[in-house]
């Protein structure tokens, strides 16, 4: 059967006439830039990213240098350190690490102020300017040691003893590490009696690793006491207290337990040499349960045993 022709058909084009399809994609020349480069709208919308705290320099104490206009300086530094610019506060904190080293007179009648800005400042999540203030509090320390306690009202010391612990026990090492730093230099720096009273209420801390710092810090401040200072502050909530950290879970808190012990044994046998043994294990016994005692007593009669040898 023949087929019939369809009318409504599309005439057949030759392909010499047929128009060519654009392409959609044009190619890529090696020699310039991706279109993504080029387009200045993406450009704008995506500017290249700089890591800022890269730049951020951290300065030694030992690098820091005087002021040469002093006076003047110190009118503008409370103003750089409420700036709310954090790089203008990692300056304003470096200055005032160099007054607290060069010009610490200067800086004295706003201590408390500063210390309020360091708390802040440790608790702000830039790393760069936690850090910057962890080393400004060492300077503090080691330049004002006990007028820290006695310009400052109690609330700012106990703020910032606080935050350094905390920052001590956290997972940035080298966060962590500058406050360990910190920390030694304020046992170096203030005189033990009054920080062992402020360092007593932070070994009662919910969290393990900050009841391990300020443990450490403790066993120090009792490494550098005189006999006389250990009854001032209480033998006994001393004892005691040194008996529950022996149980604590963290081995550095046990650790700084064990040492506090052993501080305590020497001054108390330094006071009574006759007998020293049976007056240590009485007054043990005396003031902390059966198996406190037994923990206590063995640990300076085994010390006491190898002395001995």
């Not at 040691?145 to 003893?161: I, R, S, V």
């Not at 690793?209 to 401040?221: E, N, T």
Request: charged residues 25%.
């Amino acid at each position: 059967m023949a087929l019939r022709p369809i009318d409504n058909a599309l005439p057949i084009t030759p392909d010499r006439d047929r128009p060519k399809k654009q392409s959609k994609f044009s190619v890529r020349n090696n020699n310039k830039q991706s279109d993504f480069a080029l387009n200045n709208e993406n450009r704008d919308q995506f500017p290249p990213t700089i890591n800022t705290e890269a730049a951020i320099d951290y300065i030694s104490s030992a690098d820091l240098k005087p002021f040469t206009d002093p006076e003047v300086q110190i009118q503008s530094l409370i103003q750089g350190l409420e700036s709310k610019d954090w790089m203008k506060i990692c300056d304003s904190l470096n200055d005032a690490r160099r007054f607290a080293i060069y010009h610490s007179a200067l800086l004295l009648p706003m201590l408390e102020k500063v210390m309020l800005v360091l708390v802040k400042a440790m608790k702000n999540p830039r790393s760069a300017l936690c850090k910057t203030s962890i080393m400004a509090s060492s300077d503090l320390f080691n330049g004002y040691g006990d007028k820290l306690l006695q310009c400052t009202g109690a609330d700012a010391f106990d703020h910032l003893l606080l935050q350094l612990l905390l920052k001590a026990s956290q997972d940035k090492r080298f966060v962590c590490e500058e406050a360990d730093k910190a920390l030694k230099e304020m046992v170096q720096s203030v005189t033990p009696l009054p920080l062992l009273h402020k360092l007593q209420a932070c070994v009662g801390h919910a969290n393990l690793r900050v009841r391990a710092k300020a443990a450490m810090s403790i066993s120090s401040c009792v490494a550098k006491m005189r006999p006389e200072e250990l009854n001032e502050f209480g033998s006994v909530g001393l004892i005691q207290m040194a008996a529950e950290l022996l149980n604590d879970r963290l081995p550095e808190a046990r650790e700084a337990a064990r040492s506090v012990v052993m501080s305590m044994y020497e001054s108390f046998v330094f006071d009574h040499e006759d007998q020293k043994q049976e007056a240590w294990q009485n007054f043990c016994q005396s003031n902390l349960t059966a198996l406190h005692a037994q923990s206590v007593v063995k640990i300076t009669s085994t010390q006491y045993t190898h002395t001995v040898t």
